[in-house]
């Protein structure tokens, strides 16, 4: 027999007693997630700070100058195809390899949804968040938030994304707590995130 | 060859190397107070937090009690999705299926995500085996890694390091592994943290071929999740060509639906953190996005021996949170390199019976009794394992599966000796008489409450008072105080 036909015959033969499936009551799913009276919004700011990422809040016509500070003069900026945002300098990603992406300083792209309960982005790779690499290997992630797109929970964001696309869900900068349980940030990946919020 | 659990000592007897390790009592009572305290602030803020246990633990049933089924669902959405769908019935064959793929591709070395299924099943000695280097990138895995040493928690596998140790461990030991650490490197975490991405970001955009495991795999989409903090995760999942996840039977859930509840769950749990910072997921291959060739290996070794226990299957719940681990005054004290396993700590002690089998390894066999049944891992437990329950049930097991053995244990002798003794109300006054002879011959010292207790006794005894004191028995049973002080059995006045 081959090894799957194995694993599947003990799993039957485990199972003979034929045990029940439990019923799962989501009543979890319609409870608010967020203290009471919290605005989603700043919820998102503050919690995303919390994990030391850097949040700027600006209005639409604004947009472009925050971008440009929170890159503080980043000499070598990628964009992914589709951002929808003029950055003066900026690369825009053609199959770049892992290597020329860790010769470029700072990426800006924009998010699928934010997570208030969570202070999280969530990145879906499409056109204006651009693949994986590119929101890894460089050193400053900037990130484009609309406050439309912010959810309340991470039960809203899961209901919300599409499974089949690859996902990156990004709470603060990378961190490690493998040293004496000290969260330090900034190990491999970006170790600067600045969250740029759209207001309105 | 790296240093493996195989032919550690017994728990009682590892324990005691370990207690005696003040530097490592030190670290680990500092590193589980820490994440203790964390845990409790984020879950305080989680206001149905019983509610999601107890749902996380209905998921986990159900699709537990259907396992075949969503088997067969996560193959044919993978399949359907671009990845080749290996099944391994234990870790020999899950090692193969890795070093083939790898033969394949003609690779000699695989970065590695943090991964609890490759550790479990000796992969990186099976790799070096073959003559493939396996390097660990996780930061804590990479301490444990270059300094030769063996995990010690699941979720930090170097918790019993202090800082001080990783400087030196990285200044004596990255140059022969690659980029050397910096010079001047001190022990500030954030400075560790610089010569590890360091290290490591070389290896990341040369490598070829990832290995990791996955915290769930979603039935219906084919959907694979690896949560993570420091991107090292992300590197390898997202740079090399070739991607191989080495998957245990129990992480499948039905729908992508279901992680709502295990990604508010695992994070608070595990680091103590609203949401972990990074979190992957993909489905198969995605074109022109990450690794064009995606194995998926299905691993049993042992699971379905666990499933076939209808008591012990909730064990399968487990999603490696740890949790239960920071809790444990026994781990706290002991550390986990005493368990002999990958997995310590209460989940350990009932985990690994489940998965080997009890009545043939003393190690194994001594972990169930690693607990003093306090009931913290049980309130802890994410998925709402009973671990104290399910502690006493691996005893009952352990103490079933050594009744036939020809030489039997001094406590089966002692407990048989006791049934014969109190079985029978002569004997047992006759007992309770040389008891009273032994209280009234021995003073003890006091103990608080009046009580006197006896600290040493002359071999066999010191196998009890090497670790307990041992009450003086009173020198008058309470029967014979009973008829003493004239009361009558049938007027109870």
Redesign the interface.
Known sequence: M???D???A??????A?R???????????T?D?L?PGADVVDLFAE?VA??RATVTRCTAPELETAVAAALDGAPRVLVPDGLDLEVPGAVVDA?LS??DL?ALDAVVTRATLG?A????IVLT?GPGEG???LT??PDVHVCVVRADQVVPG??D???A?D????????????????????R???????RRLHVVLVDG | MGRTFVGMPPFPTAARTALADTRLRH?LA???G??RAKRATVVA????WE??R??AA??K??T?????EH??TLEASLTA?GATV????DAA?ACAVVAEVARTHGVDEVVKVKSMATQEIGLNDALAAQGIAAWE????EL?VQLGDDLPSHIL?P??H???AE?RDIFRTRMAAAGRPAPTDLTDD??E???A??LH??EK??RARMAVSGANFA?A??G?LVVVE????G??C???PEVLVSVVG?EKVVPT??D???F??LL?RSS?G???????????GV?P???PQEVHVV?L?NGR??A??D?VG?PTLRCIRCSACLNVCPVYERVGGHAYGSVYPGPIGAVLNPMLRGVGTDPVTDSLPYASTLCGACGDVCPVAIDLPGLLVHERIRVVDAHRADPRPKPEALAMRAAAWALGDARRMSLAERASGLAGRAWRGRGMPGGRRALSWLPFPGSRWTGARDLPVPPAESFRAWWRRTGRDEGTGR
Do not use: C, K
């Open positions: 081959s090894a799957r194995d694993v599947l003990a799993i039957r033969a485990a199972l007693d045990p029940d499936a439990p019923e799962v009551d989501r009543a979890y799913r409870r997630p203290p919690r919390d994990y199959d892992a290597t860790d997570i309960e969570t202070g999280t790779h693949r994986r690499a890894l290997v991470v039960v964001a899961v209901a994304l499974p089949v696309r690859p996902q990156t869900w990004v709470s603060g900068p990378s961190a490690t707590s493998d040293i004496e349980l000290d330090v940030e900034g190990v491999h990946g970006p | 670290n500092h590193a589980t820490t994440i803020e989680v206001e149905d509610d999601l107890g749902q209905a998921v049933d159900a537990l009690a259907r396992l075949d088997l067969l999705r290996h099944w391994a019935r064959e990138t996780d930061l804590a301490i930090v170097a918790i390091r202090g800082r990783v975490p954030a560790l943290a610089g590890a991405r490591l970001r990341f955009l979603v219906e989409t959907t903090s420091e991107g090292n992300r590197m999942l997202t740079l039977l992508f639906a992680l709502d509840l990604l508010r994070p680091t953190e609203r949401m972990n910072p990074y979190t992957s997921t993909w489905s995605t022109g996005d990450g299905l049993d379905t021996r499933l076939a209808p299957r």
